[in-house]
């Protein structure tokens, strides 16, 4: 069975650092484009990022909001994702999941999901 | 960016009612639109992709229709398992983007 476990959310410092990462089993992990989406308290869903498989380059893109202060990578001998989270803002505060197609290779149909990680940025 | 603005906010309707619920993308995306069901606590659900293609297990009174900018989201028959925040989402083209959400609630 297809599995995404999240783990690494927590509070975190306006200005500081989080990590989260994304354990994933049960499907061809390696072949596959990975991406975050959050959600804010109360608030809509936001596409947060996504990476590349490497055979298609490793290619990380970000949404705005985000660009220059979140890195997303992969560990695909662990089959981990990972979202590396600097310079918090309050914004930031939400539920983190992780998410891939399962119908193709670099699907944007997100069918597979994970818990969600919670990230709290307050001083 | 593709703005996707959906329609409306919120409903309440009866057990039995059709329910319609719009998406308007701020350019063509072909088909290229998702349909997610969220409920509280949980993560979302991929309900319909590609704008009318209903995944296993969804059941059959939903109905997802449009092209282009516009689609619809149709429930024939509002059940209490239909209580959740519906999304549209377009995979067109990166940054992905969705609506604002639908909630729908029962009278």
């Known amino acids: 069975d297809v599995q995404l476990v999240e783990a690494g959310g927590g509070l975190g410092k306006p200005g500081g650092s989080l990590r989260l990462s994304c354990a994933a089993s049960?499907?061809?992990?390696?072949?596959?484009?990975m991406n975050w989406v959050r959600q804010a308290p109360g608030k809509g869903l936001e596409w947060v990022g996504r990476?590349?498989?490497?055979?298609?380059?490793?290619?990380?893109e970000y949404a705005a909001p985000v660009k220059g202060r979140f890195t997303i990578s992969r560990d695909d001998s662990r089959t981990t994702l990972y979202l590396q989270m600097n310079r918090l803002e309050s914004e930031d505060t939400g539920v983190y999941y992780c998410?891939?197609?399962?119908?193709?290779?670099?699907?944007?149909?997100?069918?597979?999901w994970g818990q969600g990680a919670q990230v709290t940025v307050s001083s | 960016d593709i703005q996707m603005t959906q329609s409306p906010s919120s409903l309440s309707a009866f057990v039995g009612d059709r329910v319609t619920i719009t998406c308007r993308a701020s350019?063509?995306?072909?088909?290229?639109l998702n349909w997610y069901q969220q409920k509280p606590g949980k993560a979302p659900k991929l309900f319909i992709q590609g704008a009318r293609n209903l995944q296993s297990e969804v059941p059959s009174r939903f109905d997802g229709s449009g092209s282009g900018t516009d689609f619809t989201l149709t429930i024939s028959s509002l059940q209490p398992d239909d209580i959740a925040t519906y999304y549209c989402q377009q995979c067109y083209t990166a940054p992905l983007t969705f609506g604002g959400g639908t909630k729908v609630e029962i009278k």
């Open positions: 990476i590349f498989s490497k055979t298609s380059g490793g290619t990380t």
């Open positions: 049960g499907f061809s992990f390696t072949n596959t484009w």
């Open positions: 350019q063509n995306i072909g088909s290229c």
């Open positions: 998410a891939f197609g399962s119908n193709a290779y670099d699907s944007s149909d997100f069918d597979r």
